[in-house]
């Protein structure tokens, strides 16, 4: 069985030996479970920057899509292991003494039953958030400045990024803090539901923290400390991505007929598990064309850097995997198609089929919103003479210069990173 616990929704598949899927289902939290008032998922506070998302909501949407599966027919007897994953860099406050009601839950409850006065912080902090400037600032000036913390950890200070918002609630909120016995990511959190005590934080996920040092696989003391007190205690230590955590909580068995030799595998991010998914290898790079682009790659070598973030590699813990995120992705793509196209994806591609490669020296850079990679904003063209042009370009050509500039700039931050195009460009 894999599930992800996304921004969205919970989502569960099947397969067989053959990797044959054998069943799906999800669970949509807005529309399946409206008592949460969530929008996209998640609650959006006044200040616009603060985004949370309810625990118990994803306590319930796996109650809710377990009893769908039991209703269903589903047999739980032959599920020989699980594991899954979820959305990055959100956070779960597990309650002093919660490890008790976690391995003690009565099956002849629903598990959010059980689970209810379990969290600290009953809103979750997620990935878009991004409350934490002053957090991250500080972070970054405790540990010798930008560089030198992506150096530690994969990535410069991130708003995003979990330590940040753990020293949030702890300069907010210290007794909260101090009530906290555990904190746990979205995956090792969903892991633990079935696991029946805590699960350790994976290597990988664990990447997207600014707290693990990505080389030697432990937390770094001085990022910890600029956080809060106490803090390796609470996270636990991490662990390998494909580790086996132990067999299924009692509950699952009694309740719905799991078999008790049933194994938890260690969840890990979405990120992380797409590279995983997708059977990416050392060379490979993958490109998510969305809203955002995302590009993932198997690195052997990375070298951190302000932009993008280097991530322990799920598959094999001794590499790593590279993530670069391009904020200006499908929505700049549409507003050119839409200006310079008629709006169509077929003449878009036929004015692109017109134009030679390289579009005659012509190359532009699209920002209709600040991109995160690099830090810019606004529309900037250039000629073949190196001129900037503020004009725009015939059609073709500027949707030629669109394309072009976008997927430069992808290979360009790759590189950055330590990712090697060819064996030919490195004898060059």
């Known amino acids: 069985l894999g599930w992800d616990f996304s921004t969205q929704q919970l989502k569960v598949i099947a397969v067989d030996e053959q990797l044959r899927v054998i069943y799906e289902d999800n669970v949509h939290f807005d529309k399946d479970l409206p008592e949460f008032k969530t929008q996209g998922g998640v609650c959006i506070r006044g200040d616009r920057l603060t985004v949370t998302s ?3 909501m994803w306590v319930k949407a796996l109650d809710m899509i377990l009893e769908k599966m ?12 699980l594991s899954g994953a979820g959305q990055q860099h ?11 009601s976690l391995k003690t839950a009565s099956s002849k409850l629903p598990l959010h039953q059980s689970l209810k006065g379990c969290f600290s ?9 991004s409350s934490t400037a002053s957090q991250c600032s500080a972070l970054e ?3 010798g400045g930008a560089q030198h913390l992506a150096s530690i950890t994969g990535s410069r200070a991130y708003e995003r990024f979990t330590g940040n918002q753990i020293a949030k609630i702890y300069s907010q909120d210290p007794e909260v803090y101090m009530q906290t016995e555990r904190i746990s990511l979205v995956s090792s959190f969903a892991a ?8 350790p934080i994976d290597y990988s996920d664990g990447s997207g923290m600014n707290l693990l040092n990505i080389w030697e696989k432990v937390w770094s003391a001085s990022c910890l400390d600029a956080c809060a007190p106490g803090l390796e205690e609470k996270l636990g230590s991490p662990v390998p991505s494909h580790s086996v955590l132990g067999p299924i909580s009692p509950y699952y068995s009694q309740r719905y007929g799991f078999s008790p030799d049933c194994k938890i595998v260690a969840f890990t991010g979405d990120n992380p598990a797409s590279l995983a998914g997708m059977r990416l290898q050392e060379g490979d790079i993958a490109i998510s064309l ?19 973030h280097i991530l322990c590699n799920p598959v094999d813990s001794q590499t790593y995997m590279a993530l670069l995120c391009f904020k200006n992705g499908s929505l700049m793509r549409e507003r050119i198609r839409d200006d310079c196209a008629s709006g169509s994806w077929d003449e878009f591609s036929k004015a692109l089929s017109s134009t030679v490669a390289g579009n005659n020296g012509n190359l532009g850079f699209y920002f209709d919103v600040m991109e995160i990679t690099p ?10 003479d190196n001129q900037k042009v503020v004009s725009s370009f015939p059609k073709e050509v500027e949707i030629r210069a669109l394309i072009e500039g976008q997927f430069m700039a992808k290979r360009i931050h790759a590189e950055k990173l330590g990712y090697k195009v060819s064996k030919y460009d490195e004898k060059l």
């Open 141 to 143: 000036k405790a540990v």
């Open 121 to 129: 912080v009953s809103n979750s902090p997620i990935w878009m958030d």
């Open 290 to 308: 969305g809203t955002s682009d995302t590009l993932f790659l198997w690195i052997q070598e990375p070298t951190p850097a302000l932009e993008g």
């Open 192 to 199: 633990s539901l079935f696991l029946g005590a805590y699960a």
């Open 375 to 384: 830090e810019a904003v606004g529309t900037h063209r250039f000629n073949r």
């Open 70 to 81: 039991k209703s269903s027919g589903f047999n739980f007897s032959q599920v020989r292991a």
């Open 54 to 56: 309810p625990v118990l």
């Open 90 to 100: 959100g956070s779960v406050y597990w309650k002093k003494g919660s490890i008790q």
